[in-house]
């Protein structure tokens, strides 16, 4: 029943923004922490953000710190990822992820690539 759905990535230049959005279904929502994770090819999946079930602490990747900003909205159980000032190194597949009663939780994935 646990459902979540990633969406938002594209093509973007260096130095551009896009916005990654995932919808949740299937759980209280506002009772759990969110997680964003990204994967490039050839590449460990790393994980890229995280916030609380409130909202109120989010930590980041150093490789994101001050570019990339998490935030969620409870009422429309929806976590986001603003994501400015890109690199080609940003360029992967982002995953939205939760843990559930110990159990991994994953979005399909939305491609992010930073080209010129």
């Known amino acids: 029943q646990v459902q979540l759905v990633d969406s938002g990535g594209g093509l973007v230049q260096p130095g551009g923004s896009l916005r990654l959005s995932c919808a949740a279904s299937?759980?209280?929502?506002?009772?759990?922490?969110m997680n964003w994770y990204r994967q490039a090819p050839g590449k460990e999946r790393e994980l890229v953000a995280v916030?609380?079930?409130?909202?109120?602490?989010?930590n980041y990747a150093d490789s994101v710190k001050g570019r990339f900003t998490i935030s969620r909205d409870n009422a429309k159980n929806t976590v986001y990822l603003q994501m400015n000032s890109l690199k080609p190194e940003d360029t992967a597949v982002y995953f939205c992820?939760?843990?559930?009663?110990?159990?991994?939780?994953w979005g399909q994935g939305t491609q992010v690539t930073v080209s010129s």
């Open positions: 992820n939760a843990v559930i009663r110990g159990w991994h939780y």
């Open positions: 299937g759980f209280t929502f506002s009772y759990y922490a």
């Open positions: 916030i609380s079930s409130l909202g109120d602490t989010k």
